[in-house]
């Protein structure tokens, strides 16, 4: 049964960068799409970027070109790279497979964009 914990979230300014960290536990890791979610309070939760187990990669067009998604096989994480961030990157931030298993979801990280 694989575990994820999520890491790296904090409040940064306009235009700052974070990196968002994904530890997994479990054998099944490196058989499985793994994703990137955000959800805002009072939205549903949303995809933000994916990658497959052969590194292929599908971002939403509101991070396209600003955020990216990475996994390290060996080391059993997947990582976000966030770039030039913007108030509506505001959200808490979810790791998962995708499709996402629910009995996956944890607690996310919070990130929040302010000046």
């Known amino acids: 049964q694989v575990q994820l914990v999520e890491s790296g979230g904090g409040l940064v300014q306009p235009g700052g960068s974070l990196r968002l960290s994904c530890a997994a536990s479990?054998?099944?890791?490196?058989?499985?799409?793994m994703a990137w979610y955000r959800q805002v309070p009072g939205k549903q939760r949303e995809l933000v970027a994916r990658?497959?187990?052969?590194?292929?990669?599908n971002y939403a067009d509101s991070v396209k070109g600003r955020f990216l998604i990475s996994r390290d096989n060996a080391k059993n994480t997947v990582n976000l790279q966030m770039n030039r961030l913007k108030a509506e990157d505001t959200a808490v931030y979810y790791c998962?497979?995708?499709?996402?298993?629910?009995?996956?979801w944890g607690q996310g990280t919070q990130v929040t964009v302010s000046s």
């Open positions: 998962n497979t995708h499709p996402a298993l629910v009995n996956l």
């Open positions: 479990g054998s099944t890791f490196r058989t499985s799409a």
């Open positions: 990658i497959t187990t052969w590194d292929f990669t």
